[in-house]
């Protein structure tokens, strides 16, 4: 959860991690694509797509992400409206390539022959984005700890009896054996 401050408000929202359409909006929207096509890449549908892509456009969580991944000097892409002319810089740079964080180690992946070290050292990179953390530290539960219900009927059944044989109901010691039995 990153704390953003509304400025308009004075309201402080919390944001939490984009999701993965969210985010592949997101880096498709800093990619040059226009909102329609970044819904489209991001798994909308092409009849949605539009109002999507408007839509996601406004979300706090993707303007904020937006605001942290585009550079300090490039201005946010300003939307040209039909019948509008666009601006156009005859010797413009091509844009640069995003870089969005680490991207996925093959070979860092393949030195853990266990999958349990595997995921604990996912979930202790700090360089993941805090989503994918959370994903193998909870694929990682069942490795470190077990069900607190993990008995079965039987067992639960031979439980309960032991209670109820303790105390004053238990069997008593057997006899003792005569020593020189004719």
Do not use: C
């Amino acid at each position: 959860m990153v704390p953003h401050s509304d400025n308009k408000s004075g309201f402080e929202v919390v944001l939490m991690a984009l999701t993965g359409k969210k985010k592949a909006f997101a880096d498709a929207v800093l990619s040059g694509k226009t909102n329609k096509a970044a819904a489209i890449l991001a798994g909308y549908s092409v009849a949605t797509a539009s109002p999507a892509g408007s839509r996601l456009a406004k979300d706090p969580e993707v303007v904020a992400y937006l605001a942290k991944k585009r550079p300090a000097a490039e201005p946010p892409a300003a939307s040209v409206r039909k019948g509008a002319k666009a601006a156009q810089d005859p010797v413009a740079p091509a844009p640069a390539e995003v870089q969005d964080g680490p991207k996925f180690d093959l070979a860092a992946a393949m030195q853990h022959t266990d999958p349990k070290a595997f995921l604990t050292a996912a979930m202790n990179d700090i360089a993941l984005d805090p989503k994918q953390r959370i994903i193998a530290a909870r694929a990682l539960l069942p490795f470190v700890h077990g069900k607190v219900a993990d008995q079965g009927k039987k067992d639960g059944q031979a439980t309960a009896a032991k209670k109820a044989g303790a105390g004053k109901f238990a069997a008593s010691a057997p006899p003792l054996k005569l020593v020189g039995k004719r």
